[in-house]
């Protein structure tokens, strides 16, 4: 297969797995999804779907937020790993919001790295999901994937979103990103990997093999 090949049939696949695309992490605004990807660096989704309900009963806001403690929120969100870094990001960011954004989430990704503990790819998943920006956040999901799908070459996250958004059209990135994500989960993960169910990979690994078998067979001229 072409890389155009691979592309092309990556998307088609992930429409036809994915028609309609879940959001992971449970949320209602800007805010909440902000404070919910913060939650999950090196932590599951399914854990911060169970912690963040806990600590939006008492602040689902900037404003309420900074009302606790750094500590009142580090007992709510341990369960999520990193607490200490977390909590005292989450009571940072909640004040600037305040001071310099009218309470708001600011709607660009200059203004959201700027924030206490919100890395490239936190801002690229609220700007995506939040604010309907096009952007490509890259997960170990997508990174691993990219890489088997030979679309990378694995080096770092930073180049697998350079490749990632160099490949794919603009207009499917924000459902892309999340489709990959599924897809890694459900067919092709880091542990117990198996090939026979990962059809994606499967399919681009037997058809490489086969050209690559019949350009060995074809004679030179």
Request: glycine residues 4%; hydrophobic residues 40%.
């Amino acid at each position: 297969m072409t890389q155009q090949e691979r592309v092309t049939f990556v998307i088609n696949t992930l429409k036809e797995i994915y028609p309609t695309i879940p959001i992971p992490l449970a949320h209602k605004d800007p805010y909440t999804l902000l404070i919910a990807v913060l939650l999950s660096a090196q932590c599951t989704d399914v854990r911060v779907n169970q912690i963040t309900p806990l600590l939006f009963e008492k602040a689902d806001n900037p404003h309420d937020m900074i009302k606790m403690t750094v500590e009142e929120i580090k007992e709510i969100i341990r369960p999520c790993g990193l607490s200490p870094m977390k909590s005292k990001g989450i009571h940072g960011l909640s004040q600037i919001l305040i001071e310099k954004h009218d309470g708001q989430v600011p709607q660009s990704f200059e203004a959201l790295e700027a924030l206490p503990a919100v890395g490239h790819k936190t801002a690229s998943v609220v700007m995506s999901q939040a604010f309907g920006v096009p952007a490509f956040p890259v997960d170990t999901h997508i990174h691993r994937l990219m890489y088997r799908w030979n679309f990378t070459n694995g080096k770092n996250v930073v180049q697998t979103e350079k490749d990632a958004k160099r490949l794919f059209p603009k207009e499917l990135w924000n459902d892309l990103h999340l489709q990959i994500i599924w897809y890694g989960r459900e067919y092709s993960p880091a542990r117990g990997f198996d090939l026979e169910k990962d059809i994606i990979t499967r399919t681009i690994v037997r058809k490489t093999i086969l050209n690559e078998l019949k350009n060995k067979r074809t004679p030179k001229k």
